[in-house]
Nanobody, 130 residues
Framework: VQLQAFGGGLVQAGGSLRLSCAASGRTFSIYAMGWFRQAPGKEREFVAA????????YYSDSVRGRFTISRDIAKNTLYLEMNGLKPEDTAVYYC????????????????????????WGLGTLVTVSS
């Protein structure tokens, strides 16, 4: 699968952005998908994920209540709506496809680990100014 994240940019603190992730195939309804980010000098960290059946969403504590993950299967697109942005949200954001299909159980902890995502797209830079 080929993934491409886009929609990043420069925004003031308190502002909003919506990131999109386009996939080359019908992957969103088959595998759990996630968003990760990597700030300069820091390790890649989990942001949000959605189960393959779309019934469950998962968020890191730092973004819960501000970010929303969603998808449009017809458009083969995954979204990350980001509101109330803070300077500490500045990072390159990546979308990724996990190894967990709709038949996988108990993925709540598993989808938070970058090592469980074999397929990654190119990232998009989000810069939040104070």
């Amino acid at each position: 699968v080929q993934l491409q994240a886009f929609g990043g940019g420069l925004v003031q603190a308190g502002g909003s952005l919506r990131l999109s992730c386009a996939a080359s195939g019908r992957t969103f309804s088959i595998y759990a998908m996630g968003w990760f980010r990597q700030a300069p000098g820091k390790e890649r960290e989990f942001v949000a994920a959605m189960s393959a059946n779309g019934a469950n969403t998962y968020y890191s504590d730092s973004v819960r209540g501000r970010f929303t993950i969603s998808r449009d299967i017809a458009k083969n697109t995954l979204y990350l709506e980001m509101n109330g942005l803070k300077p500490e949200d500045t990072a390159v954001y990546y979308c990724a496809q996990s190894r967990y299909s709709r038949y996988s159980d108990n993925v709540a902890d598993l989808v938070r680990l970058a090592s469980n995502y074999p397929d990654w797209g190119l990232g998009t830079l989000v810069t939040v100014s104070s």
